[in-house]
């Protein structure tokens, strides 16, 4: 079974930062793509970064230049750094799994507030 616990969200003003964490168990960590997703209040769940079993990334356009994903293999956890935060970046943030060997898993969801 497969399990992502997240951690990090919190309450910052706008021009803040926060790092997201998102510890991984039940998985080959190592050979799995990695992502990142928010969900703001009535609207859908967006992608938001991403990174490959070889330390590819990729960012959506609103979070390009401030917003930076790493992983830790030895640790099975991917980080998300959020720099220059914004009203509009408030939302509940998401991990996600890609395993070959054992599908797709959704963390629970940490949530980020950025406000004055």
């Known amino acids: 079974q497969v399990q992502l616990v997240e951690s990090g969200g919190g309450l910052v003003q706008p021009g803040g930062s926060l790092r997201l964490s998102c510890a991984a168990s039940g998985s080959r960590f190592s050979i799995s793509s990695l992502g990142w997703y928010r969900q703001a209040p009535g609207k859908e769940r967006e992608w938001v970064a991403g990174i490959t079993s070889g330390s590819s990334t990729n960012y959506a356009d609103s979070v390009k230049g401030r917003f930076t994903i790493s992983r830790d293999n030895a640790k099975n956890t991917v980080y998300l750094q959020m720099n220059s935060l914004k009203p509009e970046d408030t939302a509940v943030y998401y991990c996600?799994?890609?395993?070959?060997?054992?599908?797709?898993?959704w963390g629970q969801g940490t949530q980020v507030t950025v406000s004055s």
């Open positions: 996600k799994i890609s395993s070959p060997s054992s599908g797709i898993y």
